[in-house]
């Protein structure tokens, strides 16, 4: 099984900074199948990166993903109040087909 | 707009069968793969199994011994039924649709609004 840690657990920062998230994976994962989202209180989850660096429809070009192998980053250049949530990066295709990382949350300072 | 709209008892006793059904509307349900998700209250995402567009199935091994899925065509609906609970089947379920490729994975990109199911005696 593919574990997926995510880092850090909670990062404090203020609208406009930067947020870099990080999940790592335990064994090599194809950035083919590797996803964020983002999920904030009451809500569902929000497909935001797929394909380790490809935004889906309609999330705006501040959120980024980057990565390969068994490193992979999500960056939110510039921080808007709307951004502050809960996200999870998820890997398909090893068994099982779908892990998620236990998520990151970005709080207001 | 496609929606995800789920349904099913929220409150179940020990030993007993959850029975969930998320039903498609507005879109496409034979071009896609259906899944569900849970999330214990305050705690990540656990993904519990996948029913293709044909209805073959792919469980969480963690589950699969009580896990069943299935899904009506006729009426574009997905169902899952998760057998003897306990309360640490207690969570929010999630339904959520991915478009299946040979090569790609191009992520859940709609989900059910969730519904809460609660074990308790």
């Known amino acids: 099984e593919i574990v997926l840690t995510q880092s850090p657990g909670t990062l404090s920062l203020s609208p406009g900074e930067r947020a870099t998230l990080s999940c790592r994976a335990s064994q090599s994962v194809s950035s083919s199948y590797l996803a964020w989202y983002q999920q904030k209180p009451g809500q569902a989850p929000r497909l935001l990166i797929y394909?380790?660096?490809s935004r889906a429809t309609g999330i705006p070009d501040r959120f980024s993903g980057s990565g390969s192998g068994t490193d992979f980053t999500l960056t939110i250049s510039r921080l808007e109040p709307e951004d502050f949530a809960v996200y999870y990066c998820q890997q398909y295709g090893s068994s099982p087909s779908v892990t998620f990382g236990g998520g990151s949350k970005v709080e207001i300072k | 707009q496609v929606q995800l709209q789920q349904w099913g008892a929220g409150l179940l006793k020990p030993s007993e069968t959850l029975s969930l059904t998320c039903a498609v509307y507005g879109g496409s349900f034979s071009d896609y793969f259906w899944s569900w998700i849970r999330q214990p209250p305050g705690k990540g995402l656990e993904w519990i199994g996948e029913i293709t567009h044909s209805g073959n199935t792919n469980y969480n091994p963690s589950l699969k011994s009580r896990v069943t899925m299935s899904l009506d065509t006729s009426k574009n609906q997905f169902s899952l039924k998760l057998s003897s609970v306990t309360a640490a089947d207690t969570a929010l379920y999630y339904c959520a649709r991915y478009l299946p490729s040979s090569n790609f994975y191009y992520g859940m990109d709609v989900w059910g609004q969730g519904t809460t199911v609660t074990v308790s005696s």
């Open positions: 394909g380790a660096s």
